[in-house]
């Protein structure tokens, strides 16, 4: 069965960092690996999609990278800002039907 | 605006009464499907829909029921709620299943059963 770990469980940084979010999967026979943004109390906002013949896809100040054979995804943020505060969850797709959360990492940047 | 909508976002109930969550979507996606999410224990699958008609169990169907009669709406049926179905549930839909396709998720219903 598939499992999905997130580290760290909670970040906080100051306005202007760079940082790395890290997700880890223990089943590499992934179809895609999915990014999610979750503001407190509301739905999931869907930031990138890496399919699993790819290396990394970039939106903005985002840029996902996937490792399929180590097992491995981080999200990279580029000079974060205060509204960058958020639960980022990581999903993989490991069938036609089922997409797998990990339990998501907390950030909070301060001004 | 192409989007995943639920009703009720927000329902308090009690015990074994019977209650209906509404799911629709508006961008002739095959795929539906319903997770809930719970502290602790993260988004967890509890059914799906590969198309009209066609619904399988995901992770947690227990005390659940679906239906799929439309291709747009995918609702959530609590038969005989109890608190231990206290949670935030969420709808997702996408164009298909597989490498290419994102899911796209609702706005949550907090549900809450005493």
């Known amino acids: 069965k598939q499992e999905v770990t997130q580290i760290p469980a909670a970040l906080s940084v100051p306005e202007g960092e760079n940082l790395v979010l890290n997700c880890s999967f223990t089943?590499?026979?992934?179809?895609?690996l999915q990014w999610f943004r979750q503001d407190p109390g509301k739905g999931l906002t869907s930031l990138l999609l890496?399919?699993?013949?790819?290396r990394e896809q970039t939106s903005g100040r985002l840029n996902a990278s996937l490792d399929k054979s180590s097992g491995r995804s981080t999200l990279y943020i580029a000079a974060s800002q205060p509204g960058d505060s958020a639960t980022y969850l990581c999903?993989?797709?490991?069938?036609?039907?089922?997409?797998?959360f990990g339990k998501g990492t907390m950030l909070l940047v301060s001004p | 605006e192409a989007q995943v909508t639920q009703n009720p976002r927000y329902l308090i109930t009690v015990t074994g009464k019977k209650l209906t969550v509404t799911c629709s979507q508006n961008m002739n996606h095959e795929y539906m499907s319903w997770y809930r999410q719970d502290p602790g224990l993260g988004l967890r699958q509890i059914y799906y829909?590969?198309?009209?008609?066609?619904?399988d169990k995901g992770d947690v169907p227990e005390g659940y029921k679906v239906s799929r009669k439309e291709k747009r709406n995918f609702p959530l049926i609590l038969e005989s709620p109890s608190p231990n179905q206290t949670s935030l549930y969420f709808c997702?839909?996408?164009?298909?299943?597989?490498?290419?396709?994102?899911?796209?998720f609702g706005p949550g219903t907090r549900l809450t059963v005493t």
């Open positions: 997702a839909s996408s164009l298909g299943t597989g490498r290419a396709y994102e899911q796209y």
């Open positions: 890496i399919q699993s013949s790819q």
């Open positions: 999903a993989v797709g490991s069938g036609y039907s089922t997409l797998t």
């Open positions: 829909s590969m198309n009209v008609e066609v619904t």
């Open positions: 089943d590499s026979a992934i179809y895609n």
